[in-house]
């Protein structure tokens, strides 16, 4: 590396975890801090109260969905609680090259997706974190606490968390949820280290 000042490449951070765990506070909070952005995901469920098209999702309906999966617009998609849920690739290469880090809150098949996309920069700049929950009791409790969805729903998000904790070890990092405050900081010193990485250097 020249004595100039080094240009670095954006992370793709793919973070994964059940649905509860603060996954999405955390990217938020980190993308506040500037220098990242939170990729915004397409989704064909129903948006939930306070929720905005084109801040927290692309709210799409199926039919629109599936038509852009055939035109081969997804950096990766997949059906979750009968939804289906999807990454745009229109800017996540664009801000991966201008030193943007672009967090993707994805689930584990998604995850999957991208892990093995063979595209270089993809394999330059990919780390990935999951979230685990406490316990399933704990998880439940937050789930319930935050009185957006039915009985029915919470057991259902419940039994696809069991699923997904097991695909913990597919991952870079395993971050066990405790407390805000030091979830935030276990995440920033993740953060922190990947972006010192010499494959990201241009």
């Avoid at 954006?10 to 973070?15: D, F």
């Avoid at 995901?41 to 309906?61: I, K, M, N, W």
């Avoid at 939804?83 to 800017?91: I, Q």
């Avoid at 920069?121 to 990919?126: A, E, M, S, T």
């Amino acid at each position: 590396m020249s004595d100039a000042i080094a240009m670095r490449l954006g992370l793709l951070i793919v973070v994964s975890g059940p649905s509860g765990t603060g996954k999405t506070t955390l990217c938020r909070r980190a993308c506040e801090q500037g220098g990242a952005v939170f990729s915004i995901s397409c989704t064909t469920r129903a948006p939930r109260p306070g929720e905005q098209h084109g801040v927290d999702y692309f709210f799409l309906t199926e039919e629109d969905f599936v038509a852009r999966v055939d035109r081969g617009e997804f950096f990766e998609y997949a059906r979750v609680h009968n939804r289906w849920y999807g990454t745009l690739k229109s800017t996540v290469h664009e801000q991966l090259r201008a030193g943007v880090d672009v967090f993707l809150d994805i689930d584990v098949q998604g995850a999957a997706q991208v892990r093995g996309c063979e595209d270089d920069l993809v394999g330059r700049c990919y780390t990935d974190i999951f979230v685990m929950p406490p316990s399933l009791q704990e998880l439940r409790a937050r789930l319930e606490g935050r009185g957006t969805d039915q009985a029915e729903e919470v057991e259902r998000r419940l039994a696809h968390a069991a699923a997904e904790m097991q695909h913990w070890s597919d991952y870079r990092f395993c971050l066990r949820s405790s407390s805000r405050q030091e979830d935030a900081a276990r995440f920033a010193a993740i953060l922190q280290a990947e972006r010192l990485r010499s494959s990201l250097i241009l």
